[in-house]
Structures are given as structure tokens and as C-alpha cells.
């Protein structure tokens, strides 16, 4: 086996590698950015309803992600979240393969193989790609497809075969049905095509323009298919609809941005839909014309604003940014973004840091190989939209590879000598311009900006394990009985904190031992300091801290007795939307009981896997795929009767069915109908005073785009939900 074929494998394998670890590595909770919607509108397509979901939806979705989510669905069903993620996983790496394949057209001759594989190990250890293979999002599937269009075209480019150029056009047209956004950028490959004809041959016009049509009907074959029947589904004669509508929403929220109240998705959505949240009435194609009209407006009105806007938009794009929200960093000053993944993020900005002034070094280089047009096409292209429409972090990804091949190249051809003394300093004055504009969000940004930088950050999260760690710590004494230890360790850290801070703002920059010291008060015998406390500790701008504390108020509450004021407490909006029933299992002080009233607002720390409380008539609550719940103590040592009041509604053809199991054992399967019943089930003996734990795994279903229009509205967790079956009451008999 060849040295070069041998570390490719070595490679790919550490690629692989580093994407499946990100399974375990992300602190990955809920649905981020547009996940739920590709998901909801995949499990419909699965179920045979075409595209429905996206008919009263504010914007229709390009095809071909949503289809690559329904065929896993198709395969392994509405929950198996696993499927498309080893399918991702697998196509990231061969991102990385086909990157190298490329670096090696575009790199110098005699530095082609060294190239290529640095930016292989580039790419396989970028965290970023690891992460975004994780995510329910397009870009894995649509750069896997553009770098192998871009590969055909540049193998097209020196060997001429017709069977490359028509490939790149097909590979070209698939990448537009996975992101339309590529839809202006394509007449660029055409332009491109022409001149590699005419620099090499300087034929007769009629020569030149047989490839560019032939790669312009290749990417029309796959693309007018859907247009067609996009325009016939969502026009209502208002217009053609090329791939999908989010062109004119995007357009709209980014000329917003340029208006005194600034981007509101909400208030645009209010605009474009009637005041009907993310579900509208009319065609998509005529909403996408109001969209396109309104940005235009906006832009009439405010074009000063409209530039500094710009100018924004391109540092935003340019530079790094550690609260994205596919960086998953949600909780990082409260220790709950882990150490590993705070070390991914840092390592994956200091080496973007690093390589796009380099990568600038390399562009001004000459190499061999034709494509460096190409590529500064596409890199110019997308700096240009992102600043005039908006830009976020995961617009770069697609940038990305070709940056890293052409950062390479900077760094291999550094001791060759530039072409010109102006050569030079134009590319020295350039790199170093990059390197200005994107080093202080890396290392740091005064206070009065209104942004951290990077390592500002990452100092932040660091400090946030830290404390988290500690509070840990404290919650272990606690559970082991050695209150006076416990009580001296929080008073030490607390010092450390208030030393700065001597009012209760202290508490809520430290939150985990806001959570911990009603605890110690409870446990110290002070149940009326500690429910003093809370109240003082709850803190206004933070939703999460804020249901949490509630709901150990509302706890101590239930165990006084004091049921009215305890519902007060666990009703509170923020409880609600948050639903933070997994921290509420663990943290929460559970007493015996034979009956669990899910819905009633009692029943926290003693269900986990169910939605919010439904409040209707009976009060009841959504399970999810996998969801429990458990009667402490309550096991008589003989064989006891779980009656279950449930209702099995379900918009799939196929009836609702769980499985029921008792303290890891299965009792059995059921098919429910879709009514209100009483399921009686026999529950084996167990030993007498031990906890009953009953676990249900449930098929699902997703009630639609306006469920998900309402959550994403309120702000709620889980803005998808997949329903499995209500649960209303629980009786151990």
C-alpha cells in the first residue's frame, strides 16, 4: 500500500472517529435552529403526505434534505434520531476525502500530495464538521454534494470529458434542492467553464458555448423537475417558485435589521402572516413576493442604516462567535457545557484564526492547477450575500474547506519568491487586514462592543465547570449526611463570590449554590429561611434558574402540605415552557405516594419524558418516545395492579402502541385506541418498601406545523414534539 493511500485511511479513520465521539461529547438537550422543522416536515413526507407540512407554513423548504430525513424515517422510524446521524457521519468524512481530492488539483505540483493531506487532517479534526454531522441541519449533506460537483468540475477542467461537466451540472443542481442559495452563484461555474475554453483554445464562439449549455441543462434537468411541481403545490399563479421561498423571509429579516426596532422575526412573521405566528394563509409564492417588497421598503426607508447594517453583517461573517446556537453553549457560565466541547470550540476558532490570513497568502500565490477563479467565486459570493441579507456561523462551514486548502498552500509555498515587490505587499497588507478585522473576537472585545470575545468566553465556561463541579461537590456531603461539612464548603465558595458582590445578585452569578443553600437551610431544620431565600434568590432575566428555583419552592411547599400555594409555584410560566423535567427527577425531594395526577402540577420529580402539562378536561400530559415514572417506596412485596388513565390519539394511520416495563423488566405491549380508557396492568412482586420505576417506549407521531408554530412562539423546550400517547392519572393499586 502506498505511504500517500495509507495515511489517507489513517485519516478517514480518525475522522470517522471524532464524529461518533461527538455523540457522547456535545451537550446537545433540544432542537436548535431549524432541526425541528426538517424533522416535523420529514416524518409527514415518510407517512406519505408529500409535502403538507410546508402548505400553511411561512416559507417552503428546498426538497432534498427533507427527503434524505424521511427515507431514515421510512427505514427506522419517527424517533430514530441515530440513522441520519451515522448516515452524516459518513458523509463528513467523505467531505474530507473529496477536500483532499480537490487540494490535490489545486495545489502546486511538486506540493500536491503534502497539501492534500494536511488539509485532510484539517478537515477530519475541524469540530465543527464533527458537529454539524450530529445536527438535523443540511449543510453535512449539501457540502458533501458541492465539493463532489466542484471535484467533477475541476477533473472536467484538465481532462475536457463530457461525462465530468455533465456530472458537475447534476452534482450542481442537487446541491441547489439542498440549499437554494447556490441557485444565483451557478451562472459563476458557467463563466468559469467559457474561459477555461477560451485561455486554452480561443475557439470560435459556437465551440465555447457547447459545455456551458451542456452544464446548464444538466443542472436545469434536476432542478425545473421541482420547480415545476413547487409552482403548481404553492403558486396559486402568484409567481414561480424556483426551490423554495426562504430567499424572500431571509431577505426581508436581513433589510430589517436596518430598521430602529432592528431583526424580529417575530414582528416579520406578523407582517407576512396576519398575526398568525409562523402558520399563513395565501400562496407561498405571493408571500415571497411581500417579502422581497417589504426588504425593499425597509431599505428605501433606512439606506444609511442599511450600510453600518452591512458593514456589521461582514464582521459577523468573517469573524468568530462563541454563543451561536450551533455551538451548543447555552448554560456555559453555570457549568453546563462540559470541558471537552469548550475545548473543541476553542481549537476549531484558533485554527479558522489562524488559517483565513494564511489561506489570503495562498490565494495571491500562483499553483498549477486551474480552479483558483472558481473558488474565489464562491468565497467572494458568499461574503457578499451574508453582508447584504444577514450571517451566521454556519454559513462559513461551506467556506471552510476551500480556506483550509488554500491556508496549505500559503504555508508550503511561504519561502518561494513572490512574482513582484508589489505582489507581496499586496498580500501581506491583505492578510494582515483579515487577520485585524477577525483577532479581536478571538482574544478580546472591550465591554462597551455588548460581545465577548472567544477566549473571553471560554474563560466564562471554564469557570462555570469549575463551580459546577464544586456545587457537586457540596450536593454529595449533603446526600451522605455530613451536613456541617456541606454547610462549611458552601459558605467558603460563597465567600469567594460575595467578596465582590455583597447583595443576592451574588447568588444568581453563582447559580448552582443559589439551587443548593434552600437545600441546606431545609435539611438545617429552616424550612421558612429557605422558602425566604428562594423567593429573594429567584432571579428575572433567567428563565431557566428561575423555573428551577419554583420548583424547589413548590416542593418544600407540597411536603408542608401546603398544596395551593405549592400549584402557585409549579404552574408559573417559566416552569411550564421550561419543563425541566429530567432536572426535576434528579434534584427534586420525592415523597411516597400510590398516585401520580400528571397534568395537575404535582407531579414534578416524579414523571420525566412526558411534555408540558395540557391543561383541558382532564389535565394530562404528551409522553414522548422513551418516557417514566416512579412511586417511591411503594412496592407491597406482593403482585400489585398499575391502572393507567390514557388516551392513544394519533394523526398516523398506524394505532398508537407502548411497551410497559417495571423496574427494567417488560410486563408487555399494548395497542391503544384513540379515547380516553382505564389500562389495567399486573405488576410483579417486588421487594416491600422499594421504589416502583414504569417505563414506556411509545411509537409517535407529529401533530403538525402549527404545534410546532405555537412552541417555537413560546419560546417552549422541545419546539417538535414527538407525541407518543396522554397520560391524565397513575394508580398503584
Known amino acids: ?105 489545486l495545489a502546486p505540483a511538486e506540493q500536491q500530495a503534502r497539501v492534500s493531506l494536511i488539509a485532510g487532517w484539517m478537515m477530519a479534526l475541524g469540530y465543527s464538521f464533527a458537529a454539524f454531522s450530529y445536527f438535523m441541519l443540511s449543510e453535512t449533506l449539501f457540502l458533501s454534494i458541492f465539493l463532489a460537483a466542484n471535484l467533477l468540475l475541476l477533473r472536467w477542467a484538465s481532462t475536457r470529458h463530457w461525462r465530468d461537466l455533465l456530472l458537475a451540472g447534476v452534482g450542481f443542481g442537487l446541491a441547489a434542492l439542498t440549499r437554494a442559495i447556490i441557485l444565483t452563484w451557478l451562472p459563476l461555474p458557467a463563466l468559469w467553464i467559457a474561459w477555461q475554453i477560451w485561455q486554452n483554445q480561443r475557439p470560435r464562439w459556437q465551440a465555447m458555448i457547447k459545455p456551458v449549455l451542456g452544464f446548464t441543462l444538466s443542472v436545469c434537468m434536476i432542478v425545473l423537475p421541482w420547480t415545476a411541481f413547487a409552482t403548481n403545490r404553492w403558486s396559486n399563479g402568484d409567481g414561480l417558485i424556483l426551490v423554495d421561498t426562504t430567499g424572500g423571509y431571509n431577505f426581508a429579516l436581513g433589510a430589517q435589521i436596518a430598521t430602529p426596532e432592528g431583526r424580529n422575526g417575530t414582528r416579520l412573521a406578523e407582517i407576512l402572516c396576519g398575526g398568525n405566528g409562523l402558520v399563513c394563509q395565501g400562496s407561498q409564492a405571493a408571500r415571497q413576493n411581500q417579502a422581497y417588497a417589504q426588504g425593499f421598503t425597509w431599505l428605501g426607508e433606512y439606506p444609511q442604516r442599511f450600510i453600518s447594517k452591512t458593514t456589521l453583517e461582514l464582521l459577523d461573517i468573517l469573524q468568530v462567535r462563541f454563543d451561536s446556537a450551533e455551538h451548543l453553549t447555552d448554560g456555559y ?104 478585522i477577525v483577532l479581536p473576537s478571538y482574544l478580546y472585545l472591550p465591554e462597551a462592543v455588548g460581545v465577548r470575545s472567544v477566549w473571553q468566553d471560554v474563560r466564562l465556561g471554564f469557570a462555570g465547570v469549575q463551580q459546577a463541579n464544586q456545587c457537586q461537590e457540596i450536593r454529595g456531603l449533603l446526600q451522605a449526611g455530613d451536613l456541617a461539612a456541606a454547610r462549611r464548603l458552601h459558605d467558603h465558595i460563597d465567600a469567594e463570590g460575595r467578596s465582590e458582590n455583597t447583595s443576592i445578585s451574588a447568588y444568581t452569578g453563582r447559580r448552582c ?221
Not at 614 to 619: F, G, I, K, L, V
Request: a neutral charge; proline letters at 5%.
Open 513 to 733: 449554590l443559589a439551587l443548593i443553600n434552600g437545600q441546606l437551610l431545609e435539611a438545617e431544620g429552616k424550612p421558612a429561611e429557605a422558602l425566604a431565600f428562594y423567593q429573594q434568590a429567584n432571579p428575572k432575566n433567567n428563565p431557566i434558574q428561575s423555573a428551577r428555583i419554583l420548583m424547589l419552592e413548590g416542593n418544600l411547599l407540597q411536603r408542608q402540605g401546603q398544596i395551593s400555594q405549592a400549584l402557585a409555584r409549579f404552574n408559573f410560566r417559566d416552569v411550564e415552557i421550561i419543563n425541566d423535567l429530567d432536572w426535576a427527577w434528579d434534584y427534586l425531594t420525592v415523597v411516597p405516594t400510590t398516585t401520580i395526577d400528571l397534568g395537575s402540577g404535582l407531579d414534578y420529580g416524579y414523571v420525566r419524558g412526558f411534555y408540558q402539562s395540557e391543561h383541558n378536561s382532564p389535565d394530562f400530559r404528551w409522553s414522548s418516545q422513551a418516557s417514566a415514572l416512579r412511586f417511591p417506596q411503594a412496592a407491597t412485596g406482593q403482585t400489585q395492579t398499575l391502572r393507567l388513565h390514557l388516551n392513544g390519539f394519533t394523526n398516523d394511520w398506524q394505532p398508537t402502541r407502548i411497551s410497559v416495563s417495571v423496574n427494567g423488566k417488560l410486563i408487555d405491549n399494548y395497542q391503544l385506541i384513540p379515547a380516553w380508557q382505564w389500562l389495567e396492568i399486573t405488576l410483579p412482586a417486588q421487594p416491600q418498601g422499594s421504589d416502583l420505576l414504569i417505563e414506556f417506549a411509545s411509537s409517535t407521531f407529529v401533530s403538525g406545523p402549527e404545534d410546532l408554530a405555537t412552541r417555537v412562539s413560546s419560546r417552549a423546550s422541545d419546539p417538535l414534539r414527538l407525541l407518543g400517547f396522554q397520560l391524565d392519572r397513575v394508580e398503584i393499586k
Open 333 to 436: 457560565v453555570d457549568g453546563r457545557v462540559p470541558l471537552p466541547h469548550l475545548l473543541g470550540l476553542l481549537l476549531d476558532d484558533t485554527l479558522y484564526v489562524v488559517i483565513v490570513g494564511l489561506a489570503v497568502l495562498g490565494l495571491w500565490r500562483k499553483q498549477s492547477g486551474a480552479g483558483k477563479g472558481l473558488v474565489l467565486g464562491w468565497l467572494g459570493y458568499n461574503i457578499i450575500v451574508g453582508s447584504l441579507i444577514f450571517a451566521i456561523a454556519r454559513f462559513r462551514q461551506p467556506l471552510l474547506p476551500f480556506i483550509m486548502i488554500y491556508a496549505v498552500c500559503g504555508v508550503v509555498q511561504w519561502r518561494e519568491t513572490w512574482a513582484s515587490i508589489r505582489q507581496q505587499r499586496y498580500a501581506w497588507a491583505s492578510a494582515g487586514l483579515i487577520w485585524l
Open 1 to 105: 500500500m502506498k505511504r500517500y493511500t495509507l495515511h489517507t485511511l489513517i485519516i478517514l479513520l480518525a475522522a470517522l472517529g471524532l464524529r461518533l465521539a461527538t455523540w457522547w461529547l456535545l451537550p446537545y438537550k433540544d432542537w436548535i435552529s431549524d432541526e425541528g422543522e426538517y424533522w416535523g416536515a420529514a416524518i409527514w413526507l415518510a407517512q406519505g403526505r408529500e409535502f403538507q407540512f410546508f402548505d400553511g407554513w411561512i416559507w417552503t423548504r428546498p426538497p432534498l434534505y427533507v427527503s434524505f430525513l424521511a427515507a431514515h424515517i421510512k427505514l427506522f422510524g419517527n424517533s430514530a434520531l441515530w440513522a441520519p446521524r451515522l448516515s452524516q457521519a459518513l458523509l463528513s468524512v467523505l467531505s474530507v476525502w473529496l477536500t483532499m481530492r480537490i487540494a490535490k488539483r
